[in-house]
């Protein structure tokens, strides 16, 4: 009896102290500093000389300059409380395509033909894993 009360409080402790930690939110990286950990990431999966390197570090900062209006809009909108109507969504999700679109071209005049390949193989595997865990999550939300 003695160890299951214990084994209980322990496991509320540990439950409030894992609690405790969510909520606890870390320091942003810059967005410079995003775009350098992706060129170093890329640069070793991809073995991309100095040349590479500064083409897509150019194209990366243009990405995430980008990225950082839309996410601002965004914000700008949550915070008036108003929702996109269908045509703006829509017009949202057509320029992100746009936008990925015209990054795959630029990739594709930067990069030799095996690297091209690998980085489409590493950007399936990140969308495929991405698809699982909203599946996931999706699942969890349903219980």
Same mark, same amino acid.
């Given at each position: ?44 999966? #991809? +073995?991309?000389?100095?040349?590479? @390197?500064? /083409?897509? &570090? *150019?194209?990366? !900062? ?34 992100? #395509? +746009?936008d990925?679109?015209?990054? @795959?071209? /630029?990739? &594709? *005049?930067?990069l !030799? ?20 865990r909203?599946?996931?999550?999706k ?5």
């Amino acid at each position: 009896m003695r160890m299951l009360m214990l084994v209980l409080v322990m496991a509320l402790g540990l439950t409030a102290n894992a609690q405790e930690r969510r909520g606890e939110h870390r320091e942003r990286l810059t967005q410079e500093q995003r775009v350098e950990l992706q060129l170093k990431k890329m640069t070793l999966a #991809l +073995d991309l000389n100095e040349k590479q @390197q500064a /083409e897509v &570090k *150019k194209l990366l !900062t243009e990405k995430s300059k980008k990225h950082e209006q839309a996410k601002a809009a965004v914000k700008e909108r949550k915070e008036e409380g108003t929702k996109p109507t269908a045509d703006e969504r829509y017009e949202m999700q057509s320029k992100r #395509l +746009d936008d990925e679109i015209a990054m @795959q071209k /630029e990739m &594709k *005049k930067i990069l !030799t033909p095996e690297q091209y390949e690998k980085f489409k193989e590493i950007k399936e595997d990140r969308k495929e894993k991405i698809t699982g865990r909203a599946k996931k999550y999706k699942n969890r939300e349903r219980r």
